[in-house]
């Protein structure tokens, strides 16, 4: 069996006093899609950063890409791992044009001024842009932009190394219905790629889980209520007791909707 791209062991996280994660559990193999979620408060962003090597577990370890976390430079792991969340939005230089946030991620960087770009990585970013639907913008400067506009390059940006795992926390956050299907339909397309992209996408709306995800982690109060197969786990039982309230699930053409029963 090959390494799986990512691994949590019994990952715990205390804050404030309280375990805010507590012996999570989770192994995505090359090329799954999994979709995290859970209510406000559940521990899906804490998950993620864990993933994404910017936060240490109190208890448990993790293996990114093959590679055990405190044994490597988390620097250069970073490079083969896409991530995109809230708090990257707020952290780009507002001044940066799309194309330059998009290219700053060949190295790492927030921002291009500490670095040279070879004409192929501009290009390869203008490119990523038009993937995202949103290549009329490389010029536009970031702060300018909507908030939709914003995650498209965002996602553009995390494509930009070529990672083997990409997580994206709540990418569909503040869109509009027409913004968020847009992109759930270019997340639904980049899990159909041929290139096996692992994907770890935390959302708390049923309704922006991308058909074409095969598995889903479901978490409440920092713990693991169920993980596996999407239709297992995206059911009546387990998130009536996640939600803590009777829910009924219903699919359509690979959508998922719930409401109370
Ligand atoms: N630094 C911190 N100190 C205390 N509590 C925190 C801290 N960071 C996060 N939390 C709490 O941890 C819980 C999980 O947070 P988070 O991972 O952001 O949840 P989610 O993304 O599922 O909404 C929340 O109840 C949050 O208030
Ligand atoms: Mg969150």
Known sequence: MPDPVLELRGVSVVRSGSWIVADVSLRVAAGERWVVIGPNGAGKSTVLSIASTRLWPSRGSVAVLGEEIGRVDARDLRRRVGDASAALAEAVHRGLTAAEVVVSAATGALAPWWDAYSDAERARAVDLLDLVGVSALADRTFGTLSTGERQRVLLARTLMPDPDLLLLDEPAAGLD?????????????????????????????????????????????????????????????????????????????????????
């Open 177 to 261: 219905l027409g913004a968020r299907e847009d992109l759930l339909d270019r997340l639904t397309a980049l899990a159909a790629r041929d290139r096996p992209l692992a994907i770890v996408l935390v959302t708390h709306h049923l309704e922006e889980v991308p058909p074409g995800f095969g598995h889903a982690l479901l978490l409440s109060r920092g713990r693991v209520v169920a993980a596996g197969r999407v239709d297992d786990v995206l059911a009546d039982g387990p998130l009536s007791a996640a939600y803590g309230l009777p829910l009924r699930v219903s699919r359509d053409a690979g959508r998922h909707t719930a409401r109370r029963a």
